[in-house]
C-alpha cells in the first residue's frame, strides 16, 4: 500500500446531514457519541485499500471547555486529529477555513497522496479542484451531489450507510 491517504472530515456539516438522512434528531454541536463511530467504521474500510496516514474531524462545539476535552479525547480514541472551535452567539465560526488551509497546506507539501474527503454538502467543491492542481489523487464521500461533476470517485453517503450497514435501520440504531 505505496499511497498515503489523509481523510478530512467537516464533522459539523457531516452530522447535519447524517441527521436529516436517518430522520434522527440530534445537534450537530452535541452529536451522540456514534455519530463518530459511522465516520470511523467508513475509514476502516479506506484502510483496506489504502495507508491512511492521518484523519482530520473539524467540527464546532456549544459548551464549556470540559467539553471540549471530551469531544477532543472521544475522538482521539477513534484516531480522528480533532480540530474544534467554540460556538460564537450560537454560529459556527471557523470550521470550513480550517479543513481548507490543512488540505491546502498538506497537498501543497505533498503529504499525501490521495485526499479523502468526507463532507454533507457541496462547500468543497472549489477546494477539491485546486487540490487536484497539484496532482494528488481525490475522494469524496457525500450526501451532496456537486462533487459528481469534477470526478468520477464520488461515493455518496447514502449508499455508503447501505453498504456498510445494510439498512438505514441499522444505522438509526447505532446512531440513536
Known amino acids: ?65 470540559e467539553y471540549r476535552d471530551k469531544i477532543r479525547s472521544y475522538l482521539r480514541e477513534y484516531e480522528f486529529e480533532p480540530v474544534l472551535f467554540k460556538k460564537k452567539d450560537g ?24 485526499g479523502y474527503l468526507i463532507a454533507g454538502d457541496g462547500d468543497y467543491v472549489g477546494l477539491v479542484n485546486e487540490v487536484k492542481r497539484t496532482a494528488q489523487l481525490f475522494e469524496v464521500s457525500s450526501f451532496s451531489m456537486d462533487y459528481q461533476m469534477i470526478y468520477a470517485l464520488h461515493l455518496t453517503l447514502s449508499s455508503i450507510l447501505m453498504t456498510i450497514f445494510g439498512v438505514h435501520s441499522i444505522v438509526r440504531g447505532i446512531c440513536k
Open 1 to 65: 500500500m505505496p499511497e498515503r491517504v489523509m481523510v478530512f472530515v467537516d464533522g459539523s456539516n457531516f452530522l447535519i446531514e447524517l441527521s436529516k438522512e436517518l430522520n434522527i434528531q440530534f445537534r450537530a454541536d452535541r452529536p451522540p457519541p456514534s455519530a463518530s463511530r459511522y465516520v470511523q467504521q467508513m475509514i476502516k474500510r479506506i484502510g483496506i485499500r489504502y495507508n491512511i496516514i492521518r484523519s482530520f474531524w473539524f467540527a464546532s462545539y456549544q459548551g464549556s471547555d
Open 91 to 114: 454560529k459556527e465560526k471557523g470550521v470550513d477555513i480550517a479543513l481548507t488551509k490543512e488540505m491546502l497546506v498538506n497537498a501543497f507539501n505533498q503529504n499525501f497522496d490521495i
